[in-house]
């Protein structure tokens, strides 16, 4: 396994979580990463990336303001901290590193369950 994803679980709507991703054994390259989400019936999209350089960020429109992506210095882990959840932020999220663009990387954690209960 090349990332490992933790720190989903069931929260109430309004509640807070927060999602690490950690390199296995290695520091992550200077690369884009980010973390993507799949919410049951539908495509996996991009919520949040970073460059693991300039420490840039993007988020999805439907994130802005509520959730917020960052790394630590020893490049060994990446966070995704989540306030203020919603219903429909319930989806399995996933981490990636080295992002190629439509929604495709080069490694992959293998998903995190996070449930918001309304």
């Known amino acids: 396994v090349q990332l490992q994803a933790s720190g989903g679980g069931l929260v109430q709507a309004g509640g807070s979580l927060r999602l690490s991703c950690a390199a296995s054994?290695?520091?992550?390259?200077?690369?884009?990463m980010g973390w993507f989400r799949q919410a049951p019936g539908k495509e996996r999209v991009i919520v949040a990336t970073?460059?693991?350089?300039?420490?840039?960020?993007y988020y999805a429109d439907s994130v802005k303001g509520r959730l917020t992506i960052s790394r630590d210095n020893t490049k060994t882990t990446m966070y995704l901290q989540m306030n203020s959840l919603k219903p429909e932020d319930t989806a399995v999220y996933y981490c990636a590193e080295h992002l190629l663009g439509r929604g495709a990387a080069a490694y992959w954690g293998q998903g995190t369950l996070v449930t918001v209960s309304s």
């Open positions: 970073i460059n693991w350089s300039s420490g840039s960020t």
């Open positions: 054994g290695r520091t992550f390259g200077s690369y884009d």
